[in-house]
């Protein structure tokens, strides 16, 4: 109920319209279930327990009119059980590889600009509009929700995921769940658990005591599953304290059903399974089968049973949960599945809106920005801005409506093999021309910085777009931007003032040259639309209201790693490979993460380090005023304050709260998103989630909220407290 309340405050005012009755669970799904299962041989039970990838199988082999995706599980067609269409990913339909020749779907931009909002409804309705797309192209099953926290701003797969607090990482992944579900179809949060970077990602253990897990990575995903109710949940590829994830009785059991009630079931990662065993630790379906050293659940599984080594009630179990959750989402029940018309028009709109309220203004240098409608020149430097926008690689890649307009391959060992660094989407050079038709707009590629600043140097405005690639299956290795973008940065600043640097990235970056410039924009990977929300910002015509859901850190010094984990050890060898399976860049480690469950500005405090942008940072072209805090304590902490638009240009603010208790980092306990006019004011209330003033105590398997004062802050950003308080907490204890 706590949790309830909290929530609809967080983002209270945007909350979008009530969504279709779909997004709730069908109440005969365990009944359904139960019928059909009884129906079954137990053939046709094992039929459920796998998925192949259909690209590689020959085209004559393959079953006519399935849209080829990531993975296929055949139905029971005499029993009208449809077969699974699983297609990845949080950021739209993505189509790896081009399987689908020419293939085209709405680009969101990436997770950290999704996180960026702070703004479930924008969560919400991007899930809404991707889920929509998956199913006119008859998927029914989306990989959408990954939820890792972000803990080294080096990991390659930060873009897709939503930042480093649980809080906000776990509410937004819930909307985003929500709404892709109600189109009918299964979503499923990834990746469970504890896969926060690349290095190593088979073949490592992350080691972490089960209280630090419970606090960060697993509330995140608590979080999401509890508010978004995904179908399913994907484990993943590496070891958690030294046993793999999709074999981790302890996650799949005792913490996913035991403790949190899940009634989905958990597919694997794709080359996550190890073992047919799997199955009696709670996975039910292997993903992706031909990426495994064995078919553990067809091949294997036969062999298991004949030797009784596994039950055919556990098969009936696994069987069952993927049948309740087929019949809990309709599935069956949709005959516009692979047959709706798609309005790509309306979809892009959604996805410039998330791109509209995802870029980060982190300087305006005597309000450089927003340009006067009247600049007669801008320069456009670097980063493709004249092809498109740049997207992360791997499998939540987006092929976007009017396609890639250059793609290749980047980056090395596994990556190589199947991500690509690609651009599209509205060019940022057609998006300025369009919004500023009175001005004479150039471009230079940035390959000549003394060229560059040169032309700079005559320019009534420059603005530098610095890119960096990313992508799954590979870590960066450093925090700096590369390929001389530094030096050309610097060049331009030091040749026009008025230079705007947009960061086109997957990740914080180091910027040597921030003093040099007057305004700084993180875009992050801005999808299709994004260089449309850029030029609106860069005009006004948008007031930027996007707060930094990562910690940007003044070098890697500060990081709780310094070195990333795993990546001065020497490529895997053979036997490793064929142990961990053909995910494996890296012999097998320990991965430790000494922060605990302290990640990212919770470290940062901890420490005492100053950021070069803090967590839940980022600024507004209007000013906004907080007042008349009230705190009150006792079972829980209830926090009310006003926020007042003192600017002059309407616009929305993320007012935070962040509570201390005793000598602990401070952690986020809400936020709000309220729109206001110039004047206008809005009561925030937010009742705190109890188990973020609480210690997991794992003896005990309980929450733990301690008798005592805690202290408050509403805050601009993890480091900019403005009023502060103090509350007095009864001790209670909360389930886990
Ligand atoms: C990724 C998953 C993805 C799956 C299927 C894996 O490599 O880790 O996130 O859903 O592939 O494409």
């Known amino acids: 109920m706590v949790l309830k309340s909290q929530l609809a405050s967080a983002g209270a005012l945007l909350l979008s319209l009530p969504l279709a009755a779909q997004a709730q669970e069908a109440p005969d799904a365990d009944a359904r279930a139960e019928k059909t299962l009884a129906q079954m041989t137990d053939a046709e039970k094992r039929v459920l327990l796998y998925s192949r990838m259909l690209g590689f199988i020959a085209p004559a082999k393959r079953p006519a009119d399935i849209t080829l995706g990531a993975g296929y599980v055949e139905g029971i067609p005499r029993l009208g059980v449809p077969p699974l269409v699983e297609t990845d990913a949080s950021l739209g339909v993505s189509n790896l590889m081009n399987l689908r020749k020419g293939d085209v779907a709405t680009a969101l931009p990436s997770g950290l600009a999704l996180a960026s909002t702070w703004n479930p409804a924008i969560l919400r309705d991007g899930g809404r509009m991707i889920g929509s797309e998956a199913r006119a192209k008859g998927f029914n099953v989306m990989l959408v929700g990954g939820v890792n926290l972000v803990r080294d701003p080096r990991a390659g797969r930060n873009f897709e995921y939503l930042g480093e607090d649980p809080l906000l990482a776990g509410t937004l992944v819930g909307a985003q769940i929500e709404g892709v579900q109600s189109n009918n179809i299964i979503a499923t949060i990834k990746h469970f658990a504890l896969n926060d970077q690349e290095t190593g990602r088979s073949s490592a253990s992350v080691n972490m005591s089960e209280a630090a897990m419970r606090e960060s990575d697993l509330l995140a995903f608590q979080i999401g599953i509890e508010t978004g109710k995904p179908g399913s949940v994907m484990c993943a590829y590496n070891r958690v304290n030294g046993q793999y994830s999709c074999e ?116 305006n240098e005597g309000e450089l920005l927003p340009l006067a409608r009247s600049a007669k020149t801008i320069l456009l430097v670097g980063g493709h801005g004249d092809i498109g926008v740049l997207s992360g690689g791997g499998s939540s890649q987006v092929a976007p409506v009017g396609g890639f307009r250059k793609i290749e391959k980047a980056g090395s060992g596994i990556a190589a093999t199947f991500a690509r660094r690609g651009y599209g989407g509205l060019a940022p050079l057609d998006a300025l021309r369009a919004e500023f038709p009175g001005a004479r707009i150039d471009y230079l590629d940035g390959s000549d910085p003394a060229a560059a600043a040169a032309a700079a140097s005559s320019a009534d405005i420059a603005v530098v777009i610095a890119e960096k690639y990313a992508t799954e299956a590979e870590d960066q290795k450093d925090l700096g931007l590369g390929d001389g973008q530094d030096e050309l940065i610097a060049a331009v600043g030091a040749a026009n003032k008025r230079t705007v640097v947009v960061l086109q990235t997957g990740n914080p970056v180091t910027m040597p040259w921030r003093d040099k410039v007057g305004a700084i924009i993180a875009a992050w990977y801005p999808g299709q639309r994004g260089a449309a929300s850029l030029a609106g910002i860069l005009s006004g015509r948008i007031n930027p209201s996007g707060r930094l859901p990562v910690t940007f850190p003044a070098d890697a010094a500060q990081l709780p790693n310094p070195v990333l984990p795993g990546s001065t050890l020497p490529p895997p060898s053979k036997e490793d490979k064929a142990t961990y399976g053909i995910q494996t860049d890296a012999p097998p480690f320990d991965l430790e993460y000494p922060e605990g469950s302290d990640a990212g500005y919770r470290w940062f405090d901890a420490r005492g380090h100053t950021p070069l942008y803090a967590f839940g940072y980022g600024l507004s072209y209007s000013r906004f005023t907080y007042d008349r805090l009230k705190v009150s304590g006792g079972k829980t902490l209830r926090v009310s304050f006003r926020v007042t638009n003192a600017g002059a240009r309407a616009g929305a603010d993320v007012p935070q709260v962040y509570v201390r208790i005793a000598g602990k980092a401070k952690r986020l306990v809400g936020w709000d998103k309220p729109v206001l006019a110039p004047g206008q004011s809005k009561s925030v209330t937010i009742m705190a989630d109890p188990r973020l003033l609480a210690d997991f105590d794992a003896a005990a398997q309980r929450w733990i909220v301690p008798a005592g004062d805690v202290s408050v802050e509403i805050a601009r950003s993890a480091t900019d407290p403005v009023l502060t308080g103090t509350a007095r907490l009864a001790r209670s204890e909360i389930k886990p």
């Open 248 to 363: 981790n009785r302890f996650l799949l059991t005792d913490v996913l059903r035991r403790d949190w009630g899940f009634k989905g079931y958990v597919m694997s990662d794709w080359g996550a399974v190890h073992s047919t065993e799997s199955i009696l630790a709670g996975l039910d379906q292997q993903s992706g089968e031909q990426l495994d050293k064995k078919r553990y659940f067809t091949t294997e599984l036969d062999k298991a049973l004949a030797e009784g080594r596994i039950g055919q009630p556990v098969v009936d179990t696994a069987a069952r949960r993927i049948l309740r959750t087929i019949y809990a989402h309709r599935l069956d029940a949709d005959p516009s599945a692979g047959k709706a018309p798609i309005d790509y028009d309306a979809n892009g709109k959604v996805a410039e809106r998330a791109a509209d309220e995802g870029m980060v203004l982190l300087r």
